[in-house]
């Protein structure tokens, strides 16, 4: 999504959740803290109370809030909640991260960690080969009153920058109170001004009008959000002054019902009317402000119009496992290329041809599993009597997401075989990626198949494709989306609304299609 664009939806829908009230003294000290690092660029901060934080608690109170859950937001999730828990074993009571359109979407948020008498800097540092795993040129530095964690685009702000006004930042935090988590929004100048110029008119569906209601009534926003037992939600957008603060009401509630009316929101939301009440804000002076916490009962009444099924969530949890399965193995496939001078072949065969033995008992010593590998008899097929024991050992890499049925060594994580795919039927030696002609950025080489399309993992057995129905044995009876690994290492979410031409010509590795983007 253009950058414009995301600033504008920004603006116009703060994402909402729960606030406690804060006192004066809290907005002061973290706006101390965090200010050096705070430039004119800056688009946001995020401040975790690590005194409050526990990780079960947070993974599982975000589940039931109304927010919107995609895979890639589902993964950065899950990369932020395995670093929070880290940072609070190393001693650190709070972490703010410092946001720049820079860093989007490849780079990790610079981080900042205020010292304190329990703060252990060295064990932190231990923790530097994970970070490089979500950042590979992440490290780590100290100053005397905090350690800065991030790339070195993050971490080396210029100096000659406009540092933002530690007033604002002291009335932000102030405003987002002291729960569990506060975030920030601080559109810049310079953010102000593109969005001006390269949408100076409103889309009509949000009332229409020029975008300067939106870019120089807005001062600030922040939210404050605490979940667990008692979720709530504060949000607080700072405008210009009393009129701004109402013509952005208007806006805000015209976006709200023009997102009421979007297909994926409305299988959440089972009472959008409710939804658009709750999530109205009320003007204070130059505020708008939007309270929802136990004394009003504003989440109790959200969540339970908007909570999630116990089966949503699950299939959730399995979508961010299936992700980073996936990209375990475009790892594996081209680190195998690497040694091999090309990709595994569908399946290991005899010196007759005859197919003995998957490509994912291949890949295992690519997976960190050589141990595993060498206790199969590559000789031999899938169903002898003594690799048929091994079905049992089936790595987590292929274990999700769970197959119907839920028996024991059974995948769903399969390759297209088919003539003209990177895996072709009958292939005994695998793909080069010279071979790939159409850009391995063009061309699938795993898939997640559906519940009813699972196969047992050593066996060599994948996904064939019917080029009259491309899309079977993908989406079920009821999907419309599902996951791809592409040759270029990359995790993508496919729909069915790309349509049947377009699927074929990302499953061909050399059919000269042309594929708009």
Not at 373 to 394: A, G, T
Request: proline content about 7%.
């Amino acid at each position: 999504m253009p950058r414009t664009a995301v600033f504008a939806l920004a603006l116009c829908l703060v994402p909402v959740t729960e606030l406690v009230a804060a006192e004066p003294s809290h907005g002061a000290s973290r706006a101390r803290a965090i200010a050096p690092y705070v430039k004119e660029s800056t688009l946001g901060i995020v401040r975790v109370d690590l005194t409050r934080f526990d990780a079960n608690d947070w993974a599982e109170g975000v589940k039931r809030l109304p927010l919107p859950f995609g895979p890639r937001a589902e993964e950065l999730l899950s990369q932020t909640l395995a670093a929070l828990p880290m940072i609070k074993e190393a001693g650190f009571r709070e972490v703010f991260a410092i946001v720049h359109w820079s860093d989007l979407p490849t780079s990790m948020p610079l981080l900042v960690l205020p010292m304190n008498e329990s703060a252990k800097v060295d064990a932190l540092r231990g923790k530097l080969p994970w970070l490089k795993h979500w950042d590979a040129d992440a490290s780590i530095e100290s100053t005397e009153k905090a350690i800065l964690v991030g790339g070195s685009r993050a971490r080396r702000p210029s100096l000659a920058e406009e540092r933002r006004s530690e007033p604002v930042l002291d009335n932000a935090f102030e405003a987002a109170g002291d729960g569990l988590l506060q975030f920030l929004l601080l559109p810049s100048k310079t953010d102000r001004r593109v969005v001006e110029e390269v949408m100076p008119t409103l889309p009509q569906g949000i009332g229409g009008g020029p975008s300067s209601v939106l870019t120089q009534g807005l001062v600030w926003a922040a939210i404050g959000l605490d979940v667990g037992d008692t979720p709530a939600l504060r949000v607080v957008v700072q405008s210009r002054d009393r009129d701004a603060a109402n013509r952005m009401r208007g806006l805000w509630v015209a976006s709200l019902a023009l997102l009421m009316k979007n297909e994926m929101v409305a299988e959440e939301v089972r009472d959008p009317a409710t939804a658009l009440r709750l999530l109205t804000p009320r003007v204070a002076d130059d505020r708008l402000i939007l309270s929802l916490d136990e004394s009003n009962d504003g989440m109790t009444q959200l969540l339970s119009i908007v909570e999630p099924s116990v089966e949503q969530i699950n299939e959730r949890v399995a979508t961010v496992d299936a992700i980073k399965s996936l990209k375990q193995l475009g790892i594996a496939m081209h680190n195998y290329h690497d040694v091999h001078k090309h990709f595994p072949p569908a399946a290991a065969t005899s010196k007759e041809g005859k197919p003995l033995l998957s490509w994912r008992v291949l890949l295992l010593p690519y997976l960190g599993q050589k141990k595993l590998y060498e206790q199969f008899r590559l000789d031999e097929p899938w169903d002898s009597e003594h690799n048929r024991k091994l079905v049992e050992k089936i790595p987590a890499v292929y274990a999700v997401p769970q197959s119907k049925g839920g028996e024991v060594g059974l995948t769903r994580v399969v390759v297209p075989v088919e003539k003209g795919t990177i895996f072709p039927h009958g292939a005994l030696e695998g793909t080069k990626i010279s071979k790939i002609t159409d850009g391995t950025s063009n061309t699938i080489m795993v898939v997640v198949a559906d519940a009813e399309h699972g196969v047992i993992w050593t066996k060599p057995e994948d996904l064939i494709i019917n080029p009259d129905d491309p899309f079977r044995g993908l989406l079920g009876t009821k999907g419309t989306d599902f996951l791809t690994l592409f040759a270029d290492g990359s995790v993508r979410v496919m729909n069915k609304s790309i349509g049947s031409e377009k699927l074929r010509a990302f499953f061909t590795r050399g059919g000269g299609e042309v594929i708009e983007r």
